[in-house]
């Protein structure tokens, strides 16, 4: 029995719009997982949930903006400019707000934190001012490319490719220099370290500036995908990235990629195939949270460890 011309068109369209909302679902997750990668490496080293990383990702997001804007500077040179920026700023900030706690009980540096991230908020309100800001995007960004018969723009390409890329850095780092042993040593116990002769503070610093690095390609990727820039654009994608961490497994790298691809993939399903439930698409990330939690308390690639004091 041959299947009516009709139906080979209608298959052909579903899987395109299939494929359609893969790319969409990848580009989401990559950022996610950018993000994530921030919260888990700073976790594994000093237990401290960094509640301040998405306003961080904002900030990177603003310097490449008012780089090309005010100072008509090309985009990658405002890229270049605002990545090395908001590296610093991490290491600032962790030297102000976190490094003078670092011996206090662990609500301390907790509250810093959160501290930390509400002083970033309504700083970037009063310099920035509140009103959303449209974001030029870059030609190679937003030119439309072609696929066979799926349309994405650019930014949507490249998102997972400086995702990947990255990801492969940052394993090397950790895995094959002194700095990356250094900083397994640190996760695995601080005291032991100071004792073997590793300089904890230049390993602390180094965590916080390579996750800074991090959140301001997301959020440069991010003003790329959505163009629009506003003070608190950091709030939602920050809680979401920490829910992506703890589902991978916080502590675990290739966790925080993990989760932040699987919640890119469910939201944007989700969206997809279930429109009328479009307005509970942030609702989901913490129903996964909590389905997670109560399966797997570690996460998906996470290990139990011993809790230090």
């Not at 790319?23 to 490496?41: D, K």
Request: include cysteine; charge should be positive; charged fraction near 10%.
């Amino acid at each position: 029995m041959q299947v009516p011309a009709f139906e080979w068109i209608k298959n052909l369209m579903t899987f395109t719009l299939f494929l359609q909302h893969i790319v969409n679902a990848l580009s989401l997750g990559s950022l996610y997982a950018l993000l994530a990668i921030g919260y888990t490496m700073v976790y594994g080293i000093l237990r401290l949930i960094n509640f301040a990383h998405g306003d961080i990702f904002m900030i990177g997001a603003y310097v490449a903006f008012y780089g090309t804007a005010l100072f008509v500077l090309p985009w990658w040179a405002s890229l270049l400019i605002s990545i090395v920026f908001t590296a610093l700023f991490g290491i600032g900030l962790e030297r102000v707000a976190y490094k003078p706690l670092r011996d206090s009980p662990r609500i301390s540096i907790m509250i810093s934190a959160i501290g930390a991230s509400f002083l970033l908020e309504n700083l970037a309100v009063l310099i920035f001012g509140g009103r959303p800001k449209g974001v030029e995007v870059p030609k190679v960004m937003g030119q439309v490319l072609n696929i066979g018969s799926v349309s994405f723009l650019g930014v949507s390409l490249f998102i997972p490719i400086i995702t990947f890329g990255l990801f492969v850095l940052l394993m090397w780092i950790v895995n094959g220099t002194k700095t990356g042993i250094a900083m397994r040593a640190v996760s695995t116990d601080i005291e032991t370290s100071r004792l073997m002769g590793i300089d904890v503070n230049r390993v602390v610093s180094f965590t916080f500036g390579l996750g800074s690095l991090l959140a301001a390609f997301g959020g440069i990727m991010w003003s790329y995908k959505y163009p629009q820039l506003n003070p608190l654009m950091g709030v939602m994608p920050g809680l979401k990235c920490f829910i992506a961490a703890v589902i991978g497994g916080i502590g675990n790298i290739g966790g925080a990629v993990l989760g932040g691809l699987l919640l890119g993939i469910i939201e944007i399903m989700i969206v997809a195939f279930f429109p009328t439930l479009s307005g509970y698409r942030d609702a989901f990330a913490f129903i996964l949270l909590i389905i997670v939690l109560l399966v797997k308390p570690t996460g998906l690639l996470g290990k139990r460890q011993a809790e230090k004091v």
